[in-house]
């Protein structure tokens, strides 16, 4: 079984893809591009989330949806908004449609700096720090 790459890797892989250096013709449109590091960036934010879960607790690494909806009460609720607000346009930025044009790529570009800092903030998030603490659970009527 294969490592997948470091989010940082996936990251600096989008970032050349949107933004070829100097000199160098690229060989794929620019909506091609534009989707292929939407998919990167989605890949590394997905790879975060796994790493943040696997030190936070394990058994929320294996469904997907919960690992967003939860993240409010572990990494605080501005990250988790950050992060399904990014992990969302980015979805969308990676489905094929074909009534559709491709993502601009300065649409998706504009989402490498918010990537980038959450991977930092889930790097850096150890659970509850900074965190509005959970909801009490509920209970019924005493008797």
Not at 21 to 28: N, Q, S
Request: some cysteine; charged content about 15%; aromatic content about 4%.
């Amino acid at each position: 079984m294969s490592a997948s790459p470091a989010p940082d890797a996936l990251v600096a892989a989008a970032r050349a893809l949107l933004q070829p250096a100097p000199g160098t013709v690229p060989t794929l449109p620019p909506g091609l591009r534009a989707r292929a590091a939407a998919v990167l960036l989605r890949m590394a934010l997905d790879s975060a989330l796994d790493a943040y879960w696997r030190r936070v607790t394990p058994s929320m690494t294996r469904i997907g949806k919960h690992r967003l909806l939860c993240l409010e009460w572990y990494a605080g609720q501005d990250t988790a908004r950050r992060c399904r607000t990014t992990w969302s346009a980015l979805s969308a930025a990676c489905h094929y449609r074909a009534c559709e044009l491709p993502p601009a790529p300065a649409e998706v570009c504009a989402r490498l700096p918010e990537v980038t800092g959450l991977l930092a903030a889930l790097c850096g998030a150890g659970g509850r720090t900074g965190a509005t603490p959970p909801p009490a659970p509920l209970t019924g009527p005493t008797p």
